[in-house]
């Protein structure tokens, strides 16, 4: 079966038997193919993320004013538990490896992942493990309450449903870790003659850097919660003083994995921007070699900053000085990126479709949140504001304008590609505008209640904090619900719609634009020819 | 072309394996980070970890002219079913000296338990300069149901206690030990 027999155009009626996807549930659940893996990928991430929402307002109608109301504080606590783990390793992580799937390929021309079977593995891990996860709500000693951070010794008084939560984390880790291989292994070999690396998109990038993190940081954690495990049933002291061991030294060693982990959810949404912003502003990225190595600094540096989470932790003034200024540092490399979007979009011929609407927003929100993470880095001021509504504030402005506007740009942007179809404009603007409106209604009063001093992960608070937590309740479900119109968009796409030229933008540029919309079943069979002119990114 | 061939597949079994290889020893850094914590507390005297030495290393010249007050601390971690308490709150030594305290423990419960004390030192700058001779913290303490003993420890203050620190508070935590075997 040479590659030469095929023929180029998929359309052709007497196509051979394996062109085609297989019939039925079966095709989904054997597939092997990358479109498929990535669509698999997709989905799953979106259906959490209605899980994870619903949680989120659950716990901001508990919020709504002082007092309880709704639910007992065991619960809300392992709602707030609970709402982290699913949007962490159930929204982001498996979106962006959903979107690694679909387009590294086609970004790089090659014509499939490097190892499909392993593919298919690391995606099918996942439902399982959100399953085991999520049942632990429903069993007697209840889900995990003490925080996603999972500190002991509070996480080790969890009743026996502990052992569930932690072999659901080992799955998801070693899901991410065979996606990461897979993604290595395809940029580093599939990639045809003359993609050379200078010459990949910025998205293939940022994901190159980010599997690298994924499988530097997925076993540390996975061997942190391991003992957690043995200390609660196996009668080892890592972290019981009772036996030797040491709290705080799990804190070191989670967040050893867990500030990296923070770029894992942020640099493919550096990637995803990088590609969207040239294409309206019709211009190429400015600075790319730059962008390249300021995310390479980045995921450095973010392995020699992990103590900024402990700043009140006690620490030598020696300690408490180095992670301040190493966390200050990593304003520089993302001050690149900024600048470099920024002079991107400069004197650009720049329209506002949906996608771009997005990824502006994604720029200045995410940077209202970066600047809220240079304040928490300054020791003497994080001891005020930790664990109050302010560091809630911070991570929501990178995560939710930040990692989540990525994801929807990214949908916006590709969703031509993978349906064939446009998506109605005029909606998908409003869902913009709807979201970007109601997001701030909701996390920006955060940061006023968190400098007055309301702690987070509480039921109950202060009624001096109430207006403003009224109006993030209000903020929550203005911002969730308008989360049903960006559904319905998807599924309008799907339908039907005008359709879709195999370029899609005016502007586009990169490989992926040059198959025709929808992307056939197999694409860059034949590898595609690549010289100095061509334009791949 | 890319395809895949036996010869891909092998260079993409290359690639996996070195990135598991990867995966597995940082696997292995995760457990590592426990013996280098240790380390690196005991050599920087973070966390109040104190240091223990034998009597003829700690013998030192006495600092006639200064004097530090310890305050003794006692505390019973949730679930222990202990009476713990130092038997003075607080005495005034010279740096250099070799002094006594006392603590006094009873078990509460008609079962027999096995405690185990850890010791814990604030400021943390003077951690590194309280030095134990003898301390019931260094072994795991047998109680006989509803017994009682009284447990010594022998100390001596380094005299290079940086100066301005002239209050140190020793704090021990009563656990259940892990270890109930006697």
């Known amino acids: 079966m040479s590659s030469s027999d095929h023929a180029h155009d998929h359309g052709h009626d007497d196509h051979d038997h394996h062109h085609g996807p297989a019939k039925g549930m079966m095709r989904w659940i054997t597939t092997t193919n990358h479109k498929d893996i990535g669509t698999l990928y997709l989905w799953f991430s979106l259906i959490m993320f ?421 109006i993030a309740t209000v903020g929550a479900f203005g911002f969730g619900f308008s989360q049903l119109l960006f559904v319905y968009i998807i599924m309008k796409c799907i339908k039907g719609g005008k359709e879709a030229t195999s370029e899609v933008w005016e502007g586009a540029r990169g490989l992926e634009w040059t198959v025709p919309s929808p992307a056939p079943y197999h694409t860059f069979e034949q590898a595609p020819a690549i010289d100095a002119n061509t334009v791949t990114r | 072309m890319v395809d895949n061939t036996t010869h891909s597949l092998k260079r993409h079994g290359v690639v996996a394996g070195k990135s598991l290889l990867l995966a597995v020893a940082m696997f292995g850094f995760g457990y590592l980070m426990v013996p280098i914590y240790d380390i690196i507390c005991e050599v920087t005297g973070l966390n109040g970890k104190t240091g223990r030495v034998s009597i003829s290393e700690a013998a030192a010249e006495v600092a006639e002219d200064r004097l530090v007050t310890v305050e003794f601390v006692a505390s019973v971690n949730s679930g222990g079913t202990w009476k713990f308490e130092p038997a003075v709150k607080e005495m005034q030594v010279r740096p250099g000296e070799l002094n006594e305290a006392m603590y006094f423990a009873q078990n509460l419960s008609s079962n027999a338990v096995v405690g185990q004390a850890t010791p814990s030192v604030s400021p943390q700058a003077a951690a590194k300069y309280f030095n134990k001779t003898e301390c019931f913290c260094f072994t795991r303490q047998p109680f006989e149901p509803k017994a009682s003993k009284e447990m010594p420890l022998t100390f001596i203050i380094d005299p290079d206690l940086p100066i301005n620190v002239d209050r140190v508070t020793l704090s021990y935590t009563f656990f259940k030990s892990p270890d109930q075997t006697t």
Not at chain 1, 249 to 255: A, K
């Open chain 1, 50 to 470: 209605f899980i994870g929402g619903g949680m989120a307002l659950i716990i901001r109608a508990e919020l709504g004013s002082p007092g309880l109301q709704f639910v007992d504080p065991m619960f809300f606590n392992s709602m707030t538990t609970m709402h982290a783990i699913v949007m962490i390793f159930g929204v982001v992580m498996p979106a962006f490896v959903g979107l690694a799937n679909w387009m590294i390929p086609m970004m790089i021309g090659a014509p499939d992942m490097a190892l499909p079977r392993l593919n298919n593995w690391s995606f099918w891990i996942m439902p399982f493990a959100f399953t085991i996860m999520l049942s632990t709500l429903f069993m007697d000693s209840g889900g995990p309450a003490g925080g996603w951070t999972l500190y002991p010794p509070l996480v080790l008084q969890m009743g026996d449903s502990f052992a569930f939560v932690i072999f659901a984390i080992h799955f998801m880790g070693i899901s991410s870790v065979m996606g990461s291989i897979n993604i290595v292994a395809t940029i580093f070999n599939m990639r045809p003659p003359g993609m050379t690396m200078m010459k990949m998109p910025m998205f293939v990038w940022t994901w190159l850097i980010t599997a690298y993190l994924l499988i530097a940081t997925i076993p540390v954690f996975a061997g942190a919660v391991t003992m957690l495990l043995t200390d609660r049933f196996f009668g080892t002291s890592f972290f019981s003083a009772a036996g030797g061991g040491d709290p705080v030294m799990f804190q070191h060693i989670f967040w050893f994995f867990g500030h990296p982990e923070v770029y894992i959810l942020i640099l493919p949404a550096f990637g995803i921007v990088s590609s969207i912003i040239p294409t309206f502003a019709r211009k190429p990225l400015f600075g790319y070699d730059s962008m390249v190595y300021a995310t390479a600094s980045i995921a450095f540096l973010s392995f020699i900053v992990w103590a900024h989470h402990m700043f009140t932790t006690g620490m030598p003034l020696a300690g408490e000085l180095f992670f301040m200024f190493s966390t200050m540092m990593i304003s520089v490399p993302t001050g690149v990126k900024v600048f470099n979007w920024v002079a991107t979009m400069w004197r650009g011929s720049m329209t506002f479709e949906t996608p771009m609407l997005f990824a502006i927003g994604f720029v200045i929100m995410f940077t209202i949140g970066g600047l809220s993470g240079l304040m928490l880095a300054i020791t003497p001021a994080d001891i005020q504001y930790h664990d109050t509504y302010f560091v809630v504030a911070h991570f929501h402005y990178v995560l939710v304008p930040g990692a989540i506007y990525s994801l929807m740009a990214a949908t916006y942007y590709w969703i031509p590609k993978w349906t064939g179809n446009m998506y109605d404009e005029k909606l998908g603007k409003l869902h913009f505008w709807i979201s970007t409106i109601f997001v701030n209604v909701l996390f920006f009063p955060m940061h006023f209640v968190g400098l007055a001093g309301m702690p987070r992960r509480i039921p109950d608070y202060n009624h001096i904090f109430a207006d403003w937590n009224f």
